[in-house]
């Protein structure tokens, strides 16, 4: 578990009736658990748009508009006027409790600082992220800028909070001091509200809590808890992580419009969206004992989570999303990375306005099947980006309060080598609304083939219809209810992948393979360079591949190493991916189009005849 | 669906707005609850603090932090200016001192022993800010601003770029569906918010840094036509503090899009009239949009701020502009409300309206693709 949960309440009565919602910074989306017999399954959903803007200014509406289209559906009363009926009243009226998770109004925007950047530099960012917020920056005494560019630097940006650390216990106090004397010159301000003092929590150096205090005391609301880096050797972030999110819910979302009377209505703690999501990813993880990527790609950030060899990371790319940010994506891939994706030509200035028309208003759908697959082109790239961003962030360092020994330390200085391994990857599994609720769900596992390129062999997986913020903050409650919809309506499983490294001339011979599926029927072919194909085997069904790669391509076992692997079913099936690693687009256009054309109606991945 | 809806932009002719006038820190507020202001009025000041230099005095001199206060000629919250000797050792031979000059002239903002350093800060800045609309002050806000009311006329717009101006109202277009070609931007419209129709080229923006209009309101722009005048590509759409020369407020959004009908109409009806408008837009976090405002005589009768509609649905009959291809940009009226859900041609399952358009041609399009024209 990650560790936004220090103040949890445990409800004292039974739960058979729970509604719950996720304020994203598009759409508050609602869902309805019910005990069915002993069982808790997800019944019924419902969404509206995020009404954090005018003329609205309310988170509450939208969730009020959600939680009214599940109660039309479902023919349960739960609202009385604006008010949310609690606990049930009798098999058709009220619910038992209301929970939320919310990363409206921009989620939690945070600015750490450190002493060395990639020492207690990158611990407050680990903790931070972790907690579920956005770094907005890293300030270090050697992060390279002048002390009055620093001082502009803290003035300029208006965080939800800040979180100071610096320095080992007992080591020496100067830097931590003047990191303290740059934030009070600058007279930081918040985000929202002009009348409340900036949270900053002190996470440093022992020793430097007086001249802390002292300094900053007048200036911020000042919250000291332990050191995130006591000594060299040891991180321990969890009391910071708690610290982030208590002040989130009794500060800044205090702020946020609307978001005192959702907090009033809801039955558990608001947590934030990623924090939420960490928690279902790091708890699959350890269930099912395996390296896995999560993505969750929203409106306006993609966060990424990895847990690997059970360290897990979080990461959060700010300003990579399929609306608020879809612009951004385009800015920071390049057109012509995004067009690579697209099955057919349509001239810059066109597409260029088509996606500014989509930031300006970001709640619209794709109508035709040409804007769905431009928005799905622009999702692989903000993915890939975002995984790439998550890769340099992912490194050596760990997680929570794991040792580490010297000689661990210098290497991470000097190579940062990052701790995700694409062969070693289990499983993907993706999340957010492009992917949740793309119509077919072939086009889901393609966008995050195509992004991630997983090599040898990987599972992919989807949030059926993005309830794992939700699932989240109801494991932190009860955790049977949480598991039980996470099992039977959460999940649900692609497929698995089965992708050779290597390149060669379309055509060429890849591997051969004999898959021997579990009614006993076999399949024996060779896979060629350029060929995508796609096997059915359901969920739950086991099938057992022999692949014989040609010589110089890998499938985990060395170049040229036959491999025998069990591979999983889903409601895909099994992928054979013998594009190459890494995935090389033709460079003329026609050849191009050609290709994604073939690929794409290999795997039915859009109503024919359009590609 | 009784509670779907897609929210709004607002055009209108009659509405009371109120606009809260906040300073950045905490300043003086220069009216009374009751004044009437202008637009270029100012309503409050503060003192912006100046530039921080940190200086580490104890590296210069070579001595442990906690004696630099013996070696400082200035003390904390003493004046100094550029150059002047801030601190000096005592050596025994005199060609062994050294002097350490200030940077910048301001203040001794503070001296640490821990860390050796001195920060000095440039003098403050004025900072006045300014009524923007004209009105009533209906509220103040003591050392952060106030609350002004205005009776106006009132569009809000999709997109815009620029900060706050004002200036008079001219329409350079004939109709909703032309282009504001360079050659309709006359030398008379220095300072002056200018109206156009469809479609703002290139051409036209340089045009309209030379005449110096303060404003252009138009239908649409191309992506690559602000790409180019901000010098940038905009990724997100926080706006407002862009320096073009002019302040841009697009209507309808990125192509070319005429100017809905009923907005070219009202904002023609002001032609002559005094404006004040504002380019910041914000989609996240607190949503801004670039709005006009047209004051009215205070002797025209005022209905109340209809910006904010009650929580309901959209109705048969209501004026919708569809915001999506492939029909994006057109407007017409809600004609039905299926409840179903209906697939559409990407195959997903969404909630959908029927809408009729001037031609009286009809085309069903998911309820998330339509915006109700308000007001």
């Not at chain 1, 002390?147 to 216990?169: N, V």
Request: proline letters at 5%; hydrophobic letters at 40%.
């Amino acid at each position: 578990m990650t560790s936004s949960t220090s103040s949890l309440p445990k409800i004292g009565r039974p739960l058979n009736v729970i509604v719950a919602t996720d304020c994203g910074s598009t759409t508050t989306k609602a869902i309805l658990i019910e005990k069915v017999g002993d069982t808790y399954r997800q019944t019924y959903r419902g969404e509206a748009p995020t009404t954090v803007e005018a003329p609205f200014e309310d988170v509450t509406r939208g969730v009020l508009n959600a939680i009214a289209e599940i109660e039309e559906l479902s023919g349960r009363k739960i609202l009385d006027g604006d008010k949310i009926i609690t606990p049930c009243r009798d098999d058709n009226t009220g619910v038992d409790i209301y929970i939320s998770t919310s990363s409206a109004g921009g989620g939690l925007q945070m600015m750490v600082t450190g002493v060395v950047q990639n020492m207690t530099g990158e611990s407050a960012q680990r903790a931070a992220l972790g907690a579920g917020a956005i770094v907005i920056d890293v300030l270090a005494s050697n992060d390279g800028r002048l002390p009055h560019e620093k001082i502009e630097r803290i003035r300029t940006m208006r965080p939800d909070m800040i979180l100071m650390s610096g320095g080992t216990d007992g080591g020496a106090v100067t830097h931590v001091v003047e990191m303290a004397e740059y934030i009070a010159a600058a007279e930081p301000r918040p985000r929202f509200g002009a009348t409340y003092k900036l949270p900053l929590i002190y996470a440093g150096n022992k020793d430097a809590q007086g001249p802390v205090k002292k300094i900053l005391g007048e200036k911020v609301a000042l919250e000291v808890t332990d050191n995130i880096r006591p000594v060299l050797e040891r991180e321990n972030l969890a009391p910071a992580r708690h610290k982030i999110h208590d002040l989130f819910l009794e500060h800044v979302m205090q702020q946020a419009p609307g978001y005192k009377k959702l907090i009033e209505m809801a039955g558990a703690p608001i947590m934030p969206t990623p924090a939420a999501v960490g928690v279902i990813m790091e708890t699959i993880a350890k269930r099912e004992q395996l390296n896995l990527i999560g993505v969750d790609i929203g409106g306006a950030t993609t966060d990424v989570f990895s847990v690997f060899g059970g360290v897990f990371n979080r990461t959060v790319s700010a300003n990579l999303g399929m609306s608020y940010s879809i612009s951004n994506v385009l800015a920071e891939a390049g057109l012509a990375n995004i067009m690579r994706w697209v099955p057919f030509t349509i001239d810059e200035q066109t597409l260029r306005n088509r996606i500014k028309n989509k930031m300006v208003r970001p709640t619209t759908i794709p109508q035709t099947l040409d804007e769905l697959q431009i928005e799905q082109a622009i999702s692989r790239e903000a993915l890939r980006l975002a995984l790439i961003h998550h890769k340099s962030l992912a490194t050596g360092l760990k997680g929570i309060q794991q040792e580490r020994t010297i000689s661990d330390v210098f290497e991470q200085q000097t190579s940062g080598k990052t701790l995700i391994d694409m062969l070693k990857l289990d499983l993907i599994v993706g999340s957010g609304g492009i992917l949740s609720h793309a119509p077919r769900r072939v086009q889901s596992m393609l966008m995050m083939v195509d992004a991630y390129e997983p090599l040898g062999v990987t599972r992919l997986s989807v949030d059926s219809i993005f309830m794992m913020p939700h699932l989240g903050v109801l494991s932190t409650i009860d955790e049977k209810a949480a598991t039980d919809v996470f099992v039977r309506d959460c999940m649900v499983y692609l497929g698995t992948c089965v992708a050779p490294i290597g390149q060669g001339k379309d055509g060429d011979r890849c591997a051969d393979y004999e898959i021997a599926f579990p009614d006993g029927k076999t399949s024996k072919d060779q896979l060629k360079f350029g060929d995508l194909r796609l096997y059915p085997l359901e969920r739950g069904q086991k099938a057992t591949i022999t692949m014989q790669p040609a010589k110089g391509v890998n499938l985990g076992a060395g170049a040229g190493q036959s491999v025998t692997r069990d591979v999983e079913g889903g409601v895909v099936g099994l992928l054979l991916d013998g594009r190459g690693r890494p995935l090389q687009l033709p460079a003329d256009q026609q050849t191009r189009v050609d290709m994604l054309t073939k690929w794409f109606n290999a795997v039915g991945l859009y109503p024919t005849p359009s590609v | 669906m009784a509670h779907s809806y897609t929210p709004g932009l607002t055009v209108t002719d009659h509405i009371v707005i109120k606009r809260r006038r906040q300073l950045p820190l905490q300043g003086t507020v220069l009216v009374i609850e009751g004044d009437q202001v202008r637009s270029n009025q100012p309503v409050a000041r503060a003192e912006l603090p100046g530039k921080v230099y940190p200086l580490n005095l104890a590296n210069q001199l070579g001595v442990a932090p906690n004696e630099i206060n013996e070696y400082l000629i200035k003390k904390g919250g003493d004046a100094i200016r550029k150059d002047e000797v801030l601190a000096e050792n005592k050596p025994l031979f005199k060609w062994l001192k050294t002097e350490i000059r200030s940077p910048v002239t301001g203040t001794v903002e503070s001296v640490s022993t821990v860390t050796g350093q001195v920060l000095l800060r440039e003098p403050p800045r004025v900072l006045e800010l300014l009524g923007y609309v004209d009105g009533t002050v209906v509220e103040t806000h003591p050392q952060h601003g106030v609350t002004i009311e205005c009776a106006c006329s009132m569009v809000q717009g999709i997109f815009g770029i620029g900060g706050e101006t004002f200036g008079e109202l001219v329409v350079a277009v004939e109709a909703s569906d032309q282009p504001l070609t360079p050659d309709r931007l006359k030398a008379a419209m220095k300072g002056k918010v200018v109206v156009g129709g469809s479609f703002l080229p290139a051409e036209t923006m340089t045009r309209a840094k030379e005449v110096g209009v303060a404003g252009l309101v138009v239908g649409g722009i191309h992506d690559k036509d602000l790409r180019a005048l901000l010098g940038y590509d905009l990724g997100v759409a926080i706006t407002g503090s862009e320096q073009v020369g002019f302040t841009l407020i697009l209507t309808e959004g990125f192509g070319t899009i005429p100017m809905a009908q009923k907005t070219f109409a009202l904002l023609s009806a002001h032609a002559g009239d005094k404006a004040s408008i504002s380019g910041a837009t914000q989609i996240r976090a607190g949503v801004i949009r670039p709005e006009i405002l047209i004051p009215r005589a205070t002797d025209q009768p005022a209905q109340a701020d209809t910006a904010r509609p009650e929580r309901g649905g959209i109705k048969i009959g209501d004026s919708v502009r569809v915001i999506r291809d492939p029909l994006f940009g057109k407007i017409g009226q809600v004609s039905a409300l299926p409840s179903d859900l209906q697939k559409i041609p990407t195959e997903s399952e969404v909630r959908v309206l029927e809408v009729q358009f001037s031609d009286r041609s009809r085309a069903v399009i998911p309820r998330a693709n339509i915006e109700v024209i308000e007001g």
